[in-house]
């Protein structure tokens, strides 16, 4: 009515009004926050020139006897290859299941019992925060060596992982449908199928292929531990100091994940293709019976892709199914760890790890964000244009992004010794390729059309840059920083397992050593320290986008 | 006041009103939405109920499905109290209730007919997905459904392609699902374009002549209004302003009650 439009703008500039000045304190207090935290890890973990100067003549060493990678019995290769992609399968599989009727509860549309909820939102927090290669440590005292424990701890924290995704999709549905279908008298499970189900599959589709893309990575070093899959080769390899074998393995690793990332790239965009609407309009082709829905090009593509689905997760799941001849001796293992948790101990030696662990990754942030932030400018043409320039610097995001950060910190473990810098340095090559990545893809989405006005007035390209595009390109710029940290701190949390510094070390032992009031110590300060860093950045993020 | 319009005949030979408000108010938290509503309306009847955005309109029909509860006064549908049911018996109760939403209410990826099929959810126990997982007799009377409002050849389409006139054609089909006594629309037409706007007041209003249902149709067209309903019930500022049979009263009479010293009859 037009009574009540002209509130509106006054509204909305009312709002607007007191927003630059915290933007920009944000905006100069998060980098800062990541320097002094820096500052202080340079002088913690010990780096400087000279420690860099011998680590690169080590690591040169090392590289020297890896030359030339030995692959060893192609079958058996292929084999752990195959086992890896079960094991992701199986575990990112079970947790999709898994994860629905917990998104359900968790999301904010469920009308149920509060307690159901609150309890459902503890366990996707948890499982959210705890790497799958710290489950696999845990599982794989249970269950065994292989890759039962593996698909296990894939699952559980996927299962985090995807429902919180699932949950924010839920939540963005218009309410109309759920309320239509409330209003004939359907449950809520009814409504949920018909409404909500059908609505969020697309996007659901989408984040399941996204989390297995990250499940495939995260399999190929579970065998780290023990948790079967290709790491298991690479870990043997590594302890009969046979580098050549382990260079082999690690170029296959490479290969495995250069082809995943191709292979991803393709269905992504299919399903984007397909989840369009007004792609298909006949859902079903029309028969002479007016009840009877034929068949059709949309009708096979949908049946098909489920049946595909559905048949690849039931085969996976037979792949890495458990041994019950073991069921006895597991019950009694899990009955023991979960009663050693009481008391949790955290003493000294977890906390200085879990410090340690901040340290590295927030370091390895900085580093990497730095670096990651030159490549991406370098290579999206707006200030450099020089297409064999950019062409280069992507091939080596791709190649830099092939290999886990594990797998650095074992090379450079071996190079240069146990302690964090070895640590510190994997996840600085991990942070680079990731912040890189995600900066190249945000400086590409800054709309041309301002730009090109700009360079109409003669503006040169630097000025361009500087006025038309990093203005836009900050929020991203902040909140990608900061999202690179969140994984950062997971990735460092693990990293110990190969003794390059941080929590992880502590954990193995204590699970090792049978200490698992440790082991829960260990496990509760993650939770926390994950859970308030990503509070801290999501605040940031409000504050600054 | 005058005394609730139609036929004194038609009143006297069905002894059940479908549904009646005694004294309803109903406030969100300090904001009264709802004063002093008393309403009775006899089964078969079509009761348009009109008043400018902000009236109440909504909130009195959501009131009557059991989406609300009144704050003071009594509330009766079908001879049940909604706010003395349990959610199990609410929804047996919203099971003969049918509702027609100006947003439709569809989901876009799906068939017309599954949309239709969802109608019959609150008679089935278990969940259901895809149009096969209904049983037969369901979808024959689905199909039924459709070729009554006229939609027979797109029963297979996604309803995202189809018009708004037809996707709102298929929440009727849908409603009919339930064989609902009573039908609440809340400003069904709002979002059409004036000539499918008549035409799907027109098919409700048929459809409510051949099964005998109730509807109770908020509109803010007054000439809908007139053209499609027996009874007109004007409600501004959450009171009821006029309430007379349609034949009784013409468009500047009603226009009047949006005027805010317009005569309160
Ligand atoms: N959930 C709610 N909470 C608070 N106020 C509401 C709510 N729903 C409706 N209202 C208020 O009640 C009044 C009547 O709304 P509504 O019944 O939607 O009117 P109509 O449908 O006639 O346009 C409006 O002033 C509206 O702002
Ligand atoms: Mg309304």
Redesign the interface.
């Known amino acids: 009515m037009s009574v009540t439009t002209p509130s509106r703008p006054v509204a909305v500039t009312r709002e607007r009004e007191p927003r630059p000045p915290r933007a920009a304190a944000a905006t100069w207090l998060i980098p800062l926050g990541y320097l002094a935290v820096s500052v202080f890890g340079v002088w913690w973990i010990a780096i400087d020139l000279t420690a860099l100067q011998d680590g690169a003549g080590d690591i040169a060493r090392l590289l020297e006897r890896m030359l030339p990678p030995e692959f060893g019995s192609l079958s058996e290769l292929v084999t752990l290859v195959l086992e890896t992609l079960w094991i992701a399968l199986a575990g990112t599989g079970v947790a999709t299941v898994v994860s629905l009727p917990l998104a359900a509860a968790a999301s904010r549309n469920f009308t149920g019992p509060r307690s159901v909820q609150w309890l459902v939102r503890g366990i996707i927090v948890v499982t959210r925060a705890v790497p799958s290669l710290v489950f696999a440590i845990v599982f794989v005292r249970i269950f065994g060596l292989g890759p039962f424990a593996g698909a296990l701890a894939i699952a559980f924290h996927s299962v985090g992982m995807i429902a919180k995704m699932m949950a924010d999709v839920f939540e963005e549905l218009t309410p109309a449908p759920r309320e239509a279908i409330g209003a004939v008298g359907a449950s809520r499970f009814q409504n949920f199928t018909a409404t909500t189900l059908p609505r969020s599959l697309p996007a659901i589709s989408s984040l399941v292929l996204y989390r297995l893309d990250i499940n495939i990575r995260a399999s190929a070093v579970l065998g780290l531990v023990g948790a079967g899959g290709i790491g298991v080769a690479l870990q043997t390899a590594i302890g009969s100091l046979n580098y050549q074998q382990a260079a082999g393995i690690i170029v296959v690793i490479g290969l495995l994940l250069l082809a995943l990332e191709l292979v991803s790239f393709l269905v992504q965009r299919a399903v984007a293709e397909h989840a369009q609407d007004g792609v298909t309009s006949e859902l079903y082709r029309r028969t002479a019976d007016p009840i009877r829905p034929g068949w059709n090009r949309a009708r096979l593509l949908r049946t098909g892709g489920a049946l595909i689905a559905a048949g690849a997760l039931l085969y996976a799941l037979t792949q890495v199914s458990f041994d019950p001849s073991r069921l006895g001796r597991s019950w009694q293992a899990a009955v023991d760890l979960v009663t050693g948790f009481f008391p949790p101990v955290i003493d000294s030696a977890v906390l200085t790890g879990i410090f340690e662990s901040v340290v590295m990754a927030l370091t390895a942030t900085t580093v990497g964000v730095v670096i990651g932030l030159v490549i991406a400018i370098l290579s999206t043409g707006h200030v450099v244009r020089f297409a064999p320039l950019s062409f280069a610097l992507r091939v080596l995001v791709v190649l830099m992004r092939s290999v886990p950060d594990v797998i650095y910190a074992l090379v450079f473990v071996a190079a240069l010794g146990l302690g964090p810098f070895a640590g510190f340095l994997a996840l600085s090559i991990s942070c680079t390729a990731l912040a890189a990545k995600f900066f190249t893809d945000a400086l590409q989405g800054v709309d041309p059309g301002p730009l090109r006005a700009l360079e109409a007035t003669g503006a040169s390209r630097l000025q361009v840059f500087v006025s038309g595009v990093w203005p836009r390109f900050v929020p991203s710029l902040i909140g990608n920083s900061l999202f690179t940290s969140d994984l950062a701190l997971r990735e460092s949390a693990v990293l110990g397992i190969v003794g390059a510094g941080g929590i992880g070390f502590v954990l193995q032992e204590s699970v090792a050593s049978l200490d698992y009031g440790t082991t829960a110590g260990v496990l509760i300060c993650l939770v926390v320290v994950v859970v308030a860093l990503e509070a801290v950045a999501r605040w940031a993020r409000t504050r600054v986008i | 006041m005058n005394v609730p319009g139609g036929d004194a005949a038609d009143v006297g030979s069905r002894a059940q009103a479908s549904l009646r408000l005694d004294g309803v108010g109903m406030s969100f938290g300090a904001k009264e939405v709802l004063a002093g509503i008393d309403l009775e309306v006899s089964p078969g009847q079509f009761v348009a109920l009109v008043g400018?955005?902000g009236a109440g309109k909504s909130t009195l029909l959501r009131l009557l499905?059991g989406?609300h509860r009144p704050t003071v006064g009594t509330v009766s549908v079908l001879g049940t109290d909604p706010t003395k049911c349990s959610r199990r018996e609410l929804?047996?109760?919203?099971?003969?209730?049918?509702?027609v939403?100006q947003?439709?209410?569809?989901?876009?990826?799906?068939?017309a007919?599954e949309n239709v099929l969802?109608?019959?959810?609150?008679s089935?126990r278990?969940?259901?997905?895809g149009?096969?997982s209904y049983p037969?007799d369901l979808?024959?009377r689905?199909?039924g459904n459709l070729?009554r409002v006229g939609l027979?050849?797109a029963?297979?389409?996604?309803c995202?392609?189809l018009s708004g006139g037809q996707q709102q054609r298929v929440?009727i089909a849908?409603?009919l699902?339930?064989d609902a006594e009573i039908v609440l629309a809340d400003e069904p037409v709002a979002s059409l374009d004036p000539s499918s706007s008549l035409s799907v007041l027109e098919t409700l209003r048929r459809l409510s002549a051949e099964d005998g249902f109730t509807v109770v149709c908020s509109l803010h067209q007054v000439d809908l209004a007139l053209a499609i309903s027996d009874r007109i019930v004007a409600v501004r500022d959450g009171s009821l302003v006029l309430d007379t049979a349609t034949s009784q009263t013409n468009e500047s009479q009603i226009r009047s009650i949006y005027q805010r010293n317009g005569p309160a009859t």
């Not at chain 2, 947003?103 to 068939?111: E, I, N, W, Y």
């Not at chain 2, 969802?118 to 609150?122: E, F, R, Y």
């Open positions: 400018p955005s499905n989406s929804q047996r109760l919203r099971t003969r209730i049918g509702f939403f947003q439709f209410g569809l989901v876009g990826r799906l068939s007919m969802m109608g019959a959810l609150g089935l278990l969940p259901r997905y149009v096969s037969q979808r024959r689905a199909a070729e027979i050849d029963r297979f389409q996604r995202d392609t929440a849908r409603t699902m339930q």
